[in-house]
């Protein structure tokens, strides 16, 4: 046992070997497991059969595990700034609701920086890519290009372009992205704010991810 309890979850998975032979839980306990272990062996049963449990799993598990992804970061160390980054997003979460944004602003703040480590070139589109079926297409314009909103408040940065944004003046999302920005990623660093528990904003996250998703075109 370690004092991280994020560091313990990995230590024990580290160490766990399923046996052959061995299910995963069903989730529902009148469900059925699909016997076919091929794709292209799922007759149209198999598939009705799993697209029927397939809804109310999604239901009750997509709100749960996108919640669980930040909050494994609650212990992560910080590189630098005063808060690591699973502070940072509740912050961000916090003022914005403090500030009376609607719902998904507030979501769309929890989570915007998500993928900060494990992807950080790409995590504004890791965040976007997660709530694109459930919140506007403002909140997914913004996810996207926030890291280059950023850049007009650091000129001291190497190599930054502060005019990086520049390009989508005009656009119907520029001015909304740009006092996000301002407002709710670039100062939440701070360790002299209390924030909000992750508790406060589940009931949010859940009503956002029960909205009905919009499905995206297949890639060409």
Sequence with gaps: MTDNPADDLLDAARGHVRPSGVRSPLAGSDWTYIE????????????????????????????????????AQKDAPSFGYQINNYEHCLQAATLAMRDGQDEEAVVVSLFHDLGFVICNETHGEFAAAMLRPYVSERSTWMLERHMI??????????GVDVD????????????????????????????????????AFEPMVQRIFARPPKTAPLPD
């Excluded at 799922?42 to 992804?69: C, G, H, T, V």
């Design 36 to 71: 076919a272990g091929n794709l292209e062996e799922f007759a149209a049963e198999d598939w009705a059969a799993m697209n029927k449990q397939r809804a109310p799993y999604l239901a009750s598990e997509i709100a749960k595990q996108a919640l669980q992804m930040l909050a």
């Design 164 to 199: 990086a944004r520049e390009k989508w003046r005009g656009h119907p999302h520029f001015e909304w992205s740009a006092n996000w920005v301002r407002k709710y990623d670039i100062g939440t660093i701070v360790a002299d704010i209390e924030n909000a528990p992750l508790s």
């Design 149 to 158: 909103f950023q850049a007009i408040h650091c000129p001291s940065f190497p």
